[in-house]
Each structure stands twice: as C-alpha cells, then as structure tokens.
C-alpha cells in the first residue's frame, strides 16, 4: 500500500464537465453532478468511531498566510479537475488544517461486480486525472477503497483493498510516483448513503482520491515562491 488517498467503493462516477458549483461553501462539481459540501475535518470518521485521515500530518511549521496560499493553489486545481466527465470533485480540508481536494470515483464505472479489473473507460479517466495532476508535483494523493454492506465483512475489506490497490497501481503506469500515493481499502465503514437501499448501497460503493499539500507544497507557501 503506497501513499495516496483514494477512497474506492463499487458504484458509479458522477461527474460532468462544468464549472464552479458552491465554491464558498467547499465544493466543486461537474455540471450534473448536483452541489456537494466538503468535508472540512481533516478525517472520515465512521459509525463506530473508525476514522481515516485526509492527507498526511506535517511537521512543517505554517506560516500565518501559508493556508490561504495553499488554499487559492487547490481551488486553481479544483476547477481544472472539474472537467473530468465522470468524477465528482470537492474542497476539503486536511489534517493539518490546509485545503484539499477530493475527487470521488463511483466503483461501478470502474469495476464490474465483485471484480478489481479496471474497465477501459476508467483507464481513461484515470489517465486525464493523471494528466492534469502532472503539473502539481508537490503534493500527497491518498487512494480509499468503498464497498456497500453487502456480503461478510472480510471479503469486503479485500474488495476494497484490491480495487485501491488497482487505481494506484495504474495512475504509476500514468506516471503518478508511488511515493507520493498510498493505497487503502475501507471496506462499508464509512457509507455516504442508506446500506438499506439498491441506490444507497451503488453511492456507498466508490472510490475516493484525496490531494494534499506535501511539505515542499507547504514550504514554498511559506517561502513565497509557491506559484
């Protein structure tokens, strides 16, 4: 498991080319994809009390301006992300207290049932992703596998690894670095959606990618020199 925030679950993609959608209240989306809030915690936190950090905790001490540095830099890319057609995309807020960016992949689009084999359209819109985070280098992305509550708990959290573990190990063949990726499988301890429902159960089934500032990000933000 390498070091990038991807959250995966077996549902579909929702977004749409488009441009900003409620920016001041922390999210980005597609056209069609509706409006999202960001998370804004700097962890998923589940049912049970399990949590799941977004992004890495740096010991790099912050500057009094370095957030709102980092902040117009993730919201730039934000809406360059935004165009990918079957991704929702959202401001978040990461462990250390910076912006983020989460991009939200419905496992369906992905996967076919029960299966960790990319589809080849999601190689494509793995490749875009990948594509437009070639010029943002200085930053973690962390890969999180989702699945519904379906079936035992065991098999579920290998789903999830395997389809985490796929979409990180495809983004390197897009020349993403594995040391900037880690891959994670969350089995149904964090459902966005009723598990009691078909359409519930197809939201809670996706996978998640979170983009956080690294410590370079954060030193040239205090630096000055962050572009």
Known sequence: MKKIILFLVCAPLIVGCGAWSNLTNGALIGSGAGAALGAGIGYLI???GKSAAIGAAIGTAAGA???AVIGKKMDKKAAELAALKNAEIET????NGFKGIKVTFNGGILFDTNKAV????AKSELQEFANKMADMEETNITIYGHTDNTGTYEVNQKVSNNRADAVEKYLKQCGISTSRMTAQ???YD???ADNETAEGRAQNRRV????TA???MIEAANNGTLE
């Open 92 to 95: 978040v807020e990461d462990v």
């Open 118 to 121: 990319l589809s080849a359209s």
């Open 190 to 192: 964090f459902p966005v």
């Open 185 to 187: 499988g969350l089995a």
């Open 214 to 216: 690294n410590e370079d």
């Open 208 to 211: 998640e990618i979170y983009i």
């Open 65 to 67: 301006g370095t957030g």
């Open 46 to 48: 589940g049912k049970d």
